[in-house]
């Protein structure tokens, strides 16, 4: 695969398209929410099935964080998990630099958890996504 699969900057650009949502959204790992923000981070791919002519088919599993200040009730933290569930189960995240095919939409993969995550007196949430998605060597 010579591109970076791009399905975590395609949820970003959903979500911060997204008018329910008005958080910025970046993209990268947990470590990356050093203060308050969200966040979308790839997770490993499950049940990868390899095929002759080199390509896979994969479940793509990615997850949402939202991390509020301290002081933040948790329910509005919570709730930035929840419009990411809304905005995300709808959303086209085909690949805009062709490292993927996408063959279903985003799927939650349970509800959305808290983390622990710390001992800052900051909550933080997630919710994590499946996509099936094909990849071309």
Known sequence: MSETIDICERAADALNGSGEFAQ????GLL??????????RLMPASNVKHYMDGSRRED???QFIAKGEPGDDEAVVA?????????LRWADLASANGSYTLVSRPEPVG???????????????????????????
Request: charged share 25%; proline share 0%; glycine share 8%.
């Open 60 to 62: 793509c599993n990615f």
């Open 31 to 40: 470590t990356a929410l050093t203060k308050s923000g969200c966040v979308v």
């Open 24 to 27: 910025t959204v970046q993209t």
């Open 111 to 137: 509800d959305v958890d808290e983390l622990a995550v710390g001992n800052d007196g900051r909550h933080v949430y997630a919710v994590a996504f499946k996509c099936v998605i094909v990849r071309k060597d």
């Open 79 to 87: 709730g930035l998990c929840e419009a990411a569930l809304r905005a």
